[in-house]
C-alpha cells in the first residue's frame, strides 16, 4: 500500500481564471499548457492502518494542522471512497523547485498525488482518469498527468466546440467529462520556459480566492470567459505549425486578459511588482528587436519567459541584466506524471 509518483509543473499559455463549480472544482472555461520537465514534485503515499490521522511532510517539514493537510485529506477521501477504504495515509512530498511562489507546485502536486495515492490504494487508472481526480485538488494538475503540449477541456464543451454549444447536464456529470489531454508531445517543438523570480514569498491572493473574487465582482468576468474557446484554437494552430510569432501573439493575450479581468474585480487584484512589469517591457522591446520570445504570468509576481532552445542563452542575458530578478529557473517540454522507484530516480 505504498508508491511513489513523480509529476512536472506546467504553465498555462492559455490560462485558466474562474470556476464554474467550486464542489466538483470545474473550470470556468478550458486552458492550454506546455509541461514543464527540469522542474519535479516526488511525492510518496503510504496507507497505514496504525495512523489514526493523515499525516503530511512537504520539503522536509511536517505538516499537522491548517489548509495544505486540509486539502491533501479531503483529495485522499476521494480515492478511499473509490476503493472503499478508511485507512489514513502518509504522504511525503518534495520539490526540486521552490513552492507557493506561482511557479503551479499545486499543478504537479496534486497530479503527482493522484498518481501515488491511487497506485498505493490499488487502483490502476487511466490517464483521463487520473486527470480528472488530479483536478479535484487543483485545476492546473489536471494538465500535468501528460507530457508536451496540454489541452483541458471545460468538462461542458467537448474539444474544439467551445463556442457552439448550450449549457446542459449537472455538474456531476460534467465533472466527469472536464479532463486534459495532450495534443502534441513533447518532442513536437523544444521550447523554452525561463522563469524571472521576482520575489521569493507565498502569493498574497491564491488562485481559488482570486479566481472567486474574479467572477463574483470583475465586470470583464464574462468577456473574458467568451474569450478562451477561441484564444485555445489559436494557440493549438500555433503549437502545431511551430509558428513562434503566432504562440506569443495569443500567449501574452491570454495572460493580459486574464489579469486584466483580475484586476477589475473589487478590490482589484494585482499580482504583479514592479520588476514583473520591468520583465513586461523588456520581453517586448527585445522582440521588438528580433529576439524571439513572450511572457506569461500566472496567480503572483514571477514572469515565465518563452524561446526556442537556440535563443536560450539571449534570453537568460536579458532576464539577468533586468534589476529586480532575484532567481532564474529553466524548464523545457516534460514528460507526463508517473510511478518511479523512490526520491531519487525516476
Ligand atoms: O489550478 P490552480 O488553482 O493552480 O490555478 C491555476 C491558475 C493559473 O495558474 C493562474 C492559470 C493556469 O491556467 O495555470
Known amino acids: 500500500m505504498k508508491a511513489f509518483a513523480l509529476a512536472h509543473p506546467n504553465i498555462a499559455l492559455v490560462k485558466y481564471w474562474g470556476k464554474r463549480d467550486l464542489a466538483y472544482n470545474l473550470p470556468g472555461a478550458g486552458s492550454l499548457s506546455l509541461t514543464l520537465g527540469g522542474l519535479s514534485t516526488r511525492t510518496c503515499v503510504e496507507f497505514d492502518p496504525a495512523l489514526r490521522a493523515d499525516a503530511l511532510q512537504l520539503d522536509g517539514e511536517r505538516i499537522t494542522s491548517g489548509a495544505k493537510i486540509e486539502r491533501v485529506s479531503e483529495f485522499l477521501d ?5 476503493v472503499g477504504i478508511s485507512t489514513r495515509a502518509r504522504v511525503t512530498s518534495e520539490n526540486d523547485f521552490p513552492t507557493g511562489a506561482g511557479l503551479a507546485s499545486s499543478a504537479s502536486g496534486f497530479a503527482a498525488l493522484a498518481l501515488a495515492a491511487t497506485k498505493a490504494a490499488g487502483l490502476e487508472l487511466s490517464p483521463t482518469e487520473l486527470s480528472i481526480l488530479a483536478r479535484r485538488g ?14 483541458m477541456n471545460d468538462g461542458v464543451f ?6 457552439n454549444k448550450s449549457e446542459t447536464g449537472s455538474s456531476k456529470e460534467a465533472s466527469e467529462a472536464a479532463f486534459a489531454r495532450q495534443i502534441q508531445p ?5 521550447l523554452r520556459c525561463i522563469i524571472a523570480v521576482t520575489s521569493a514569498g507565498e502569493k498574497d491572493i491564491g488562485s481559488t480566492e482570486g479566481m472567486v473574487r474574479t467572477q463574483r465582482t470583475s465586470p470583464y468576468y464574462k468577456q473574458w470567459i467568451e474569450s ?17 510569432s503566432a504562440l506569443a501573439e495569443v500567449a501574452e493575450a491570454s495572460c493580459l486578459r486574464m489579469h486584466a479581468s483580475a484586476m477589475g474585480a473589487e478590490p482589484g487584484i494585482i499580482y504583479w511588482n514592479a520588476t514583473t512589469v520591468a520583465l513586461i517591457h523588456a520581453v ?11 511572457f506569461t504570468i500566472d496567480a503572483g509576481p514571477q514572469v515565465k519567459v518563452f524561446c526556442p532552445a537556440e535563443s536560450r542563452a539571449e534570453c537568460r542575458a536579458l532576464l539577468e541584466k533586468t ?14 506524471a508517473r510511478l518511479c522507484e523512490d526520491f531519487t530516480r525516476g
Do not use: C, K, M, N
Not at 467537448?158 to 463556442?163: D, H, I, K, S, T
Not at 513533447?186 to 523544444?190: E, G, M, N, Q
Not at 517586448?284 to 513572450?294: C, E, I, T, Y
Not at 529557473?329 to 507526463?336: K, N, V
Open 138 to 151: 487543483s485545476g492546473s494538475a489536471a494538465r500535468s498527468i501528460f507530457g508536451g503540449y496540454v489541452e
Open 323 to 336: 534589476a529586480g530578478v532575484r532567481q532564474i529557473l529553466e524548464a523545457h517540454p516534460g514528460e507526463g
Open 284 to 294: 517586448r522591446q527585445a522582440r521588438a528587436g528580433g529576439l524571439p520570445v513572450f
Open 228 to 244: 478562451v474557446a477561441p484564444d485555445i484554437e489559436r494557440a493549438a494552430q500555433a503549437v502545431a505549425a511551430r509558428d513562434f
Open 186 to 190: 513533447a518532442a513536437h517543438w523544444d
Open 158 to 163: 467537448p474539444f474544439g466546440q467551445g463556442a
Open 78 to 82: 476521494l480515492v478511499r471512497e473509490r
